[in-house]
């Protein structure tokens, strides 16, 4: 048997910039940050002929184009990695549809442990390139590359999004003190809310390709406001970086009435009034995760305990997409 494992991943600034809509024409920057809640996904080969799959279904096909599981299915159908003897399992610590990018974790712990188990090496690079492939191309998802490239590196991560389809990987250049307060003093709580992100993207997506000024204009200012953001992390000024989340949710919420609902603005609205410096829903929006840098964590923690939101408490990854056991 063999077990890959991969973060899941929260946004520090520029997030709906790594859409290929946008970043084609403008070019796009984002922080992203791995953390230490993962996508599982085993691989052993049975004794009987077949395709075995074991997630929220379970299925049992003959050839990959049989799959109703979109990725598996596309990633199946790659010629490097066809088989026709495999069983494949997956398991998450976090649900999907709740804004961690999980649907590009596990494209690259699937697409990783299938190289592994044909004894193949794969580079991150090469890795997140080929879950954007999968996902972006193949499937025609209105998604980022985000997920897939934070995934696949790991770490607290800053991405340039070149016009040509280039992406530039490099670490955010923080003190150790400072990232150990930045991760100290962030929090996430569950909304409750699952939600596809899809809707959100897609809506996105379609007023970007039609260069829409409103959707332009506002995917430019949080991609500056991603830029400033960096400089606040990198010259330790965490406070002023929580509170430009407070900016990058307004702006957010502008570009679609799907974004918040009256329950989740209530919630940031008391996480502000109590021990929270900013805030932010993690991912396209919609529900998932409220993400608050807090001066006061305790004051925080009681005001959310008693809207009855569970707290998920996380460190940094630094290790990316990689196989456990083998």
Not at 178 to 191: I, K, P
Not at 227 to 242: D, M, Q, T, V
């Amino acid at each position: 048997m063999l077990i890959s494992r991969s973060p899941l991943r929260i946004t520090l600034g520029g997030g709906g910039t790594d859409l290929p809509s946008y970043y084609k024409k403008n070019g796009g920057f984002v922080i992203s940050a791995a953390i230490n809640k993962y996508v599982y996904v085993t691989v052993t080969r049975p004794f009987k002929e077949g395709i075995y799959l074991k997630y929220s279904k379970i299925e049992k096909v003959t050839k990959a184009s049989q799959i109703y599981h979109p990725i598996i299915r596309e990633v199946l159908k790659l010629k490097m990695l066809k088989t026709s003897q495999i069983e494949i399992t997956t398991l998450t610590d976090i649900p999907t549809k709740t804004g961690l990018g999980s649907s590009g974790s596990f494209t690259t712990a699937l697409i990783k442990s299938l190289y592994a188990h044909n004894k193949k090496l794969i580079h991150p690079k090469d890795l997140a390139e080929l879950a954007c492939h999968i996902e972006i191309d193949r499937l025609k998802e209105p998604v980022g590359k985000q997920d897939q490239y934070i995934s696949s590196y790991g770490g607290v991560t800053c991405f340039t999004f070149k016009k040509s389809g280039k992406v530039l990987a490099e670490p955010l250049k923080i003190s150790h003190r400072h990232l150990t307060d930045l991760e100290d003093n962030l929090l996430l709580f569950f909304t409750g809310y699952s939600r596809s992100a899809s809707n959100i993207l897609r809506e996105q997506d379609k007023k970007t390709n039609k260069d829409e000024d409103k959707m332009i204009e506002n995917l430019n200012f949080i991609k500056n406001l991603g830029l400033k953001s960096r400089k606040y992390l990198e010259s330790g000024n965490l406070i002023k970086f929580g509170e430009s989340m407070n900016i990058h949710w307004e702006y957010k919420q502008s570009r679609s009435k799907q974004m918040t609902n009256k329950n989740i603005s209530k919630w940031y609205g008391d996480g502000l009034k109590n021990g929270a410096v900013g805030g932010k829903l993690v991912g396209a929006g919609g529900g998932g995760f409220l993400m608050f840098y807090a001066n006061d964590k305790e004051k925080l923690r009681k005001k959310m305990l008693q809207n009855r939101l569970e707290e998920v408490r996380f460190n940094f990854n630094f290790q990316g997409t990689h196989i456990l056991l083998s």
